[in-house]
């Protein structure tokens, strides 16, 4: 299938995707950059609410549309892409937060697929740190994680988890994972 070249890195804050996706990208891979951390600072530069400590449905609106337009763009790319989360990634916020999941966001995770085999950071205490944008504490970021296993499993999905290893490492474990593929 054409969204098998699509794959994805989850996993909940802080446990080094943001890190890993610019890595892949030196390294010469496709990636999609956490589309979430954009509606972030385009709201706080409009001095909009549509923000996950301020409106969470708002946010998370905001979220599914730009995940659904990355996966759109990754697949009219017609390259292999790591994408910095997913649309089911959408779905995984609104359950962390206990808030319902609107049934166009469902349909959107369930209509808009990636390779079946999700790799997933794993909550890592040593590297975990908040910055303006990730206001979440380790505990969070933890449960997040548990989550987001929960959530991609429901949607069908394999999950391999990346190991705790420096960030070459995790670079060669993705393209070696992708070119198993």
Same mark, same amino acid.
């Given at each position: 299938m054409d969204t098998d070249r699509l794959h994805v890195l989850t996993g909940g804050p802080g446990s080094g995707k943001t890190t890993l996706i610019e890595a892949l990208a030196r390294a010469g891979v496709a990636t999609s950059p956490e589309v979430g951390r954009a509606v972030i600072r385009e709201q706080l530069t409009i001095g909009g609410q549509a923000l996950p400590w301020a409106d969470r449905e708002g946010?998370?609106?905001?979220?599914?549309?730009?995940?659904?337009?990355a996966h759109q763009a990754a697949l009219a790319s017609g390259a292999v892409t790591v994408l910095d989360r997913? $649309?089911? =990634?959408? +779905?995984? %916020?609104? *359950?962390?937060?206990?808030?319902?999941?609107?049934?166009?966001?469902?349909?959107?995770?369930?209509?808009?697929?990636?390779?079946?085999?999700?790799?997933?950071?794993?909550?890592?205490?040593?590297?975990?740190?908040?910055?303006?944008?990730?206001?979440?504490?380790?505990?969070?970021?933890?449960?997040?994680?548990?989550?987001?296993v929960e959530t991609y499993r429901d949607y069908g999905y394999d999950l391999v988890e990346l190991p705790?290893?420096? $960030?070459? =490492?995790? +670079?060669? %474990?993705? *393209?070696?994972?992708?070119?198993a593929a």
């Open positions: 946010f998370a609106e905001a979220m599914v549309g730009r995940e659904v337009a997913g $649309v089911p =990634d959408v +779905v995984g %916020f609104l *359950r962390v937060c206990r808030l319902p999941v609107p049934s166009p966001i469902d349909v959107a995770a369930r209509t808009c697929r990636y390779n079946p085999r999700i790799f997933i950071a794993p909550f890592w205490a040593e590297i975990f740190t908040g910055d303006a944008e990730r206001k979440q504490t380790p505990e969070e970021a933890e449960a997040t994680f548990a989550v987001m705790r290893l420096p $960030v070459a =490492d995790r +670079v060669r %474990f993705v *393209r070696e994972s992708i070119a």
